[in-house]
Nanobody, 114 residues
Framework: VQLQASGGGFVQPGGSLRLSCAAS????????MGWFRRAPGKQRELVAR???????VYADSVKGRFTISGDTAKNTVYLQMNSLKPEDTAGYYCVADLIAGRQWGQGTEVTVSS
């Protein structure tokens, strides 16, 4: 499975961004997809995750602001990020949980600053 992430960028506090992660290859082996992030000087954390059945999990810090969704026709998962805060600044990494383990995509940078 290959993962192609996109959608990062620079935004002011209170703004919105949408990240996309397109999966290709043996997509039938994917059980769930999600996003991790890593901010400078901080540990990596799970931001949101969605299973093939549509169940979602969010970090407490993003609940009510971020929404993860999937488009099975496009094999793509989206992370809609609203009401962004400076503390959301990080490298965001797409992941796919496979039968054989976890596959990581490349990161996309999100910077929230005035």
């Amino acid at each position: 499975v290959q993962l192609q992430a996109s959608g990062g960028g620079f935004v002011q506090p209170g703004g919105s961004l949408r990240l996309s992660c397109a999966a290709s290859g043996n997509i039938f082996s994917i059980n769930a997809m999600g996003w991790f992030r890593r901010a400078p000087g901080k540990q990596r954390e799970l931001v949101a995750r969605i299973t093939s059945g549509g169940s979602t999990v969010y970090a407490d810090s993003v609940k009510g602001r971020f929404t993860i969704s999937g488009d099975t026709a496009k094999n793509t998962v989206y992370l809609q990020m609203n009401s962004l805060k400076p503390e959301d600044t990080a490298g965001y990494y797409c992941v796919a949980d496979l039968i054989a383990g976890r596959q990581w995509g490349q990161g996309t940078e999100v910077t929230v600053s005035s």
